[in-house]
C-alpha cells in the first residue's frame, strides 16, 4: 500500500539529528523514480536538465540550469 504525500509541515530533515524525517524516508523509500512522485513532470529530461519547480503549475520540471 502506498504511503501518502507527508505533507509542507513535515520536516525533511531533523535539524537535531541531521537524518531525513522517517515520514519522509518511508515516503521516499516506496518510490524508485522521480516521476512517481506527485509533482514532478512526468516530461523526460534531455541531458544537462535540472529540475527547476515552477510555481504556475506546481510542478518540478526539467529545465536548464
Do not use: C, R
Request: proline share 9%; glycine share 8%.
Amino acid at each position: 500500500m502506498s504511503k501518502p504525500f507527508p505533507g509542507v509541515d513535515v520536516p525533511l530533515v531533523n535539524l537535531q539529528t541531521g537524518l531525513m524525517n522517517q515520514t519522509w524516508y518511508e515516503y521516499f523509500s516506496q518510490h524508485h523514480k522521480l516521476a512517481q512522485l506527485p509533482d514532478v513532470s512526468t516530461t523526460a529530461p534531455t541531458n544537462g536538465q535540472v529540475l527547476i519547480y515552477t510555481s504556475a503549475t506546481g510542478l518540478w520540471t526539467p529545465g536548464a540550469n
